[in-house]
């Protein structure tokens, strides 16, 4: 005769105000860490002044930190349903991410005639954002 066991499976979910701090800390931490990169880059020579075609003007310092706040945002809204839904919301988010870390490095990668130092700079940019939202 065999048994079915109704004992609950171990979670390893958070709670959802440690969830919420988690977010405002990876948000923040990309964001200003990639403004500073922005700034630093620029002290040490990368010509913020080209014009991506996409955009029709140069990157200003407000596009990394708004693109890290939306991006890094959107992740841990991500984050919030595997923690909802799974049963290992960390693990399966650390793959999640680092997928989505890898296909978010075609925005740099697609810009036609960017100069290296600006390529390398947001690529660079897109390391941290993956970065704070993985640790």
């Known amino acids: 005769m065999t048994s079915v066991s109704t ?3 171990p979670t390893h979910r958070l709670p959802w105000s440690r969830l919420g701090l988690i977010a405002l800390v990876a948000m923040l931490g990309a964001a200003i860490t990639n403004v500073v990169v922005y700034l ?5 020579g990368v ?4 014009v991506v075609p996409q955009m029709g003007a140069p990157i200003p310092v407000m596009a990394p930190l708004m693109a890290s706040l ?13 923690n909802a839904f799974t049963h290992e919301p960390v693990r399966w988010f650390t793959w999640v991410a680092l997928v989505g870390g890898l296909f978010s490095l075609g925005g740099p990668l ?11 700079t947001l690529v ?3 390391i941290v954002a993956v970065t704070f939202v993985v640790l």
């Open 7 to 9: 004992k609950p499976l």
């Open 40 to 44: 630093l880059a620029g002290a040490i």
């Open 70 to 82: 939306i991006g890094v945002g959107l992740g841990m809204i991500v984050f919030a349903a595997l």
């Open 124 to 126: 660079l940019m897109h």
């Open 110 to 120: 697609t810009i036609p005639g960017v100069p290296l130092a600006v390529l390398l």
């Open 47 to 50: 010509d913020w002044s080209f």
